[in-house]
């Protein structure tokens, strides 16, 4: 429990700090730009909802694929590019496919990078906190 706990509050800790500058700061203006985002303010409590259940979903889910072997970060990294799959493919394509994006081409790629980046980052928390199987200590 208190892996989960931790690998919950690591990864809305790495994804804020990780996507509010990607999204609101650096990048800001080319989604808007490509019709990615179309509202003057974001409804920042919805993205901190789904950054939340995001992890709860990632931690609980960890330890039935984690078997103990292998590079622990390396093994949290491979499940979480796996699990940000789902993600990834709700947040790029399904967007791209719902909302007037131009160019499609540059939106996904920019997706794809942050996506990456992202999950790598969660992911190397995630095999970390979960590196000891038997262990409950962090």
């Not at 994804?15 to 989604?31: D, N």
């Not at 019709?35 to 259940?53: K, Y």
């Not at 979903?57 to 789902?86: A, E, R």
Request: aromatic share 18%.
């Amino acid at each position: 429990m208190k892996k989960a706990i931790f690998f919950l509050i690591s990864y809305f800790v790495i994804t804020m700090a990780w996507a509010y500058p990607w999204h609101l700061v650096w990048f800001h203006e080319q989604y808007i730009a490509w019709g990615a985002v179309t509202r003057v303010e974001p409804i920042i409590p919805l993205g901190v909802m789904a950054i939340l259940v995001q992890g709860l979903v990632i931690g609980y889910l960890y330890p039935f694929y984690y078997k103990g072997q292998g590079n622990p970060v390396l093994q949290g990294i491979k499940f979480n590019l796996i699990i940000g799959l789902m993600t990834y493919t709700a947040m790029g394509f399904a967007t791209a496919a719902k909302i007037q994006i131009e160019p499609i081409s540059q939106f996904l790629i920019y997706h794809t990078i942050f996506q990456l980046i992202q999950f790598t980052l969660t992911g190397a928390a995630l095999g970390w906190i979960y590196r000891c199987r038997h262990s409950d200590s962090i």
